[in-house]
């Protein structure tokens, strides 16, 4: 199990993003009330369906690794957003904004702020 | 003075940058991004509709496609994405008229999809969980994107990219059968009740398969009527009437002119498939991983 405190470096209350837009599909098993920032490496990008995943380890403050499962949308869907195959790669350092599982587990969905490498990708909504 | 030149030059670039986004889907010939709703915002038309001629390749501009179970105002209790409401779907505004039976009926089905009664994906009994057909309505009711409309002299096709659905409604004036052997898409006809107006009859739908992504149930007495009015050369609107006096007290409006948006004869449509070895893969990593309450795995 994940350090509650570590890994996550910032909550952002969901006010400042409004409500959830979608029921994304399973989206009762996360927690949509509120972000969470999830910053590390990128382990693996799997561009499939029916969800694209992005797989990060990131650090807690003691220094324990954990990796992250972050969902998205379908590759359909991204690709509407502006996202590719490539736009995740294995080492990439990153920061993506997340609703978590509600049962704790280091799972997500990816709802907010994308940063890779140092720069914020903007999706075309 | 600028020159004629430079001015047309000028012109150019600066229109080329209103309409960059949908050169830009247009500049790659395959897996095409349909243009979002806005882009369609104040268009003028490009013409008049042409008589009697569903064809060409349709798409709902939203952005993730038009869903029934979001887009009518009975249908997500608690509004897009909310966990509120009840789930009885009673205490709202306009509840669908459920006969004692369909209200049954609905509480037997768990969705994954959006509305009060979500459950985890791993606990949905939804035929789409396992990739199994949606079959019609479903199929429209849920995520509508870009549709491919094929019109012969005796059919219309409908070609759904999304989960591999396919429609062939006969408009050779045969009648719809009397005693049907259901299947997941039904039998469709239909006429045009005039030069701008295609109505398509379903029935015989098999009652296993469920009306929508929220879970809204249907028996094998299901009728649905879709209206497509083309109300120039770029647009249909779609009209989606349930009719099913087993689940129902009254026919309710499930699309009620919904616009579809001509895309340019060589739009092509990406694929967007249901695997179920990816669906597993996906429950394996994530779906199972979620569980609120493991003990009901």
């Known amino acids: 199990m994940p350090n509650k405190r570590g890994i996550v470096a910032c909550l952002v209350a969901i006010a400042a993003f409004g409500a959830p837009l979608f029921a994304h599909h399973g989206a009762a098993s996360f927690d949509t009330s509120k972000m969470v920032m999830v910053s590390g490496t990128v382990t693996e990008y799997v561009w499939t369906n029916p969800h694209v995943l992005v797989k990060v380890d990131a650090k807690d403050d003691k220094g324990n690794i954990t990796n992250w499962v972050l969902e998205a949308w379908n590759p359909v869907t991204q690709a509407s957003r502006g996202w590719t195959k490539a736009t995740f790669k294995p080492g990439d350092d990153v920061s993506l904004e997340i609703n978590r599982a509600k049962n704790g587990q280091p799972v997500g969905e990816i709802r907010g702020r994308i940063v890779i490498n140092g720069k914020e990708f903007k999706e075309s909504l | 003075m600028m020159s004629k030149r430079l001015v047309v030059s000028l012109v150019t670039v600066m229109a080329a940058g209103i309409i960059a986004p949908s ?23 490009s013409g008049p509709a042409p008589r009697r001629d569903m064809s060409g390749i349709w798409d709902a501009a939203q952005t993730l496609g038009v869903s029934g179970a979001t887009e009518h105002p009975a249908l997500l209790p608690g509004g897009r994405g909310a966990e509120g409401g009840r789930e009885d779907e009673t205490g709202i505004a306009k509840p669908l008229p459920y006969t004692p039976a369909g209200l049954e009926a609905l509480k037997k089905n768990k969705p994954s999809g959006p509305g009060v009664r979500q459950v985890d994906s791993v606990l949905t009994n939804d035929p789409a969980g396992k990739c199994d057909p949606l079959g019609f309505p479903y199929m429209f009711l849920w995520e509508l994107r870009t549709l491919n409309v094929v019109q012969t002299p005796k059919q219309v096709i409908m070609l759904s990219p999304f989960y591999g ?12 059968p009397k005693d049907p052997d259901p299947r997941y898409n039904g039998y469709s006809v239909g006429n045009w009740v005039d030069d701008y107006t295609f109505v398509v ?24 009527e879709e209206t497509y009015r083309r109300v120039d050369r770029d647009t249909i609107e779609l009209t989606m009437k349930i009719t099913d006096p087993q689940m129902y007290t009254e026919p309710w409006l499930a699309l009620n002119k919904i616009p579809l948006h001509l895309q340019p004869p060589d739009f092509d449509i990406p694929e967007l498939l249901c695997s179920p070895s990816e669906f597993a893969e996906y429950n394996k990593q994530v779906g199972g991983v979620v569980l609120r309450d493991s003990s009901k795995k």
Do not use: C
Request: hydrophobic share 30%.
């Open chain 2, 23 to 45: 050169l830009r889907a247009q500049d790659e010939k395959w897996n095409n991004v349909p243009p979002r709703r806005s882009a369609y915002d104040g268009r003028k038309s």
């Open chain 2, 165 to 176: 659905n396919y429609r062939v409604i006969w408009t050779d004036g045969r009648q719809p």
């Open chain 2, 201 to 224: 009859q379903t029935t015989g739908m098999l009652a296993k398969t469920w009306l929508d992504h929220a879970g809204r149930p249907h028996s094998d007495q299901l009728a649905v």
